[in-house]
Antibody
Framework: QVQLVQSGSELKKPGASVKVSCKASGYTFTGYTMYWVRQAPGQGLECMGWINTNTGNPTYAQDFTGRFVFSLDTSVNTAYLQISSLKAEDTAVYYC???????????????WGQGTLVTVSS | QSVLTQPPSVSGAPGQRVTISCTGSSSNIGAGYDVHWYQQLPGTAPQLLICRNNNRPSGVPDRFSGSKSGTSASLAITGLQAEDEADYYCQSYDSSLSGSVFGGGTKLTVL
């Protein structure tokens, strides 16, 4: 069965970096684009962007350029989200989610990771 | 401020029918892009509830249905059950932002 298993919670100081992993199993990893979604405490879902797992090409939403990097290691079926120069407002749960749909305009997420809580505090 | 507008909360008694609206604009729902719905139970990851406007993935009860008209979409839940108490999010594509967008979410309370 399809599973997306994310790395555990992180506590970081402002200015540090964090790398969240998302290990996929139960399907052909390079056959589906991977979304990243952020959920701040008590808030809604925000689409951060996605990475084409076949080409490695990332696409970032407008609010997630500069400090956010999506990457892959296809040898271990894993997607990564790295955030640098962390700020208190980056405190959130970060989800990876498998993208379905032929094109980006009809895309949705059929499987989600369990989420990774990143806390930024001095 | 979300591009897609949902009511912050709705409520209903067990057995009743509730609807959750998702209002967009000409750059997203009104442009004909599909609307998808997710359910997020407390403390868990979102789960796909409705895809492509009105399609239920395998395992989703037929008490849940979706519709779309003009610049809006709706999620209907009939025969409300206590286990339906959750946050619900709509999602679509926005051509102005060139990306996927979510509604602000609606908290469903079963009275």
């Amino acid at each position: 069965q399809v599973q997306l298993v994310q790395s555990g919670s992180e506590l970081k100081k402002p200015g540090a970096s964090v790398k969240v992993s998302c290990k996929a199993s139960g399907y052909t990893f390079t056959g589906y684009t991977m979304y990243w979604v952020r959920q701040a405490p008590g808030q809604g879902l925000e689409c951060m962007g996605w990475i084409n797992t076949n080409t490695g090409n990332p696409t970032y939403a407008q609010d997630f350029t500069g400090r956010f990097v999506f990457s892959l290691d296809t040898s271990v079926n894993t997607a990564y989200l790295q955030i640098s120069s962390l700020k208190a407002e980056d405190t959130a749960v970060y989800y990876c989610a498998r993208r379905r749909g032929t094109t980006k305009t009809e895309a949705y997420s059929d499987y989600w990771g369990q989420g990774t809580l990143v806390t930024v505090s001095s | 401020q979300s591009v897609l507008t949902q009511p912050p909360s709705v409520s209903g008694a067990p057995g009743q029918r509730v609807t959750i609206s998702c209002t967009g604009s000409s750059s997203n729902i009104g442009a004909g892009y599909d609307v998808h719905w997710y359910q997020q139970l407390p403390g868990t990851a979102p789960q796909l509830l409705i895809c492509r406007n009105n399609n239920r993935p395998s395992g989703v009860p037929d008490r849940f249905s979706g519709s779309k008209s003009g610049t809006s979409a709706s999620l209907a839940i009939t025969g409300l059950q206590a286990e339906d108490e959750a946050d619900y999010y709509c999602q679509s594509y926005d051509s102005s932002l060139s990306g996927s967008v979510f509604g602000g979410g609606t908290k469903l309370t079963v009275l």
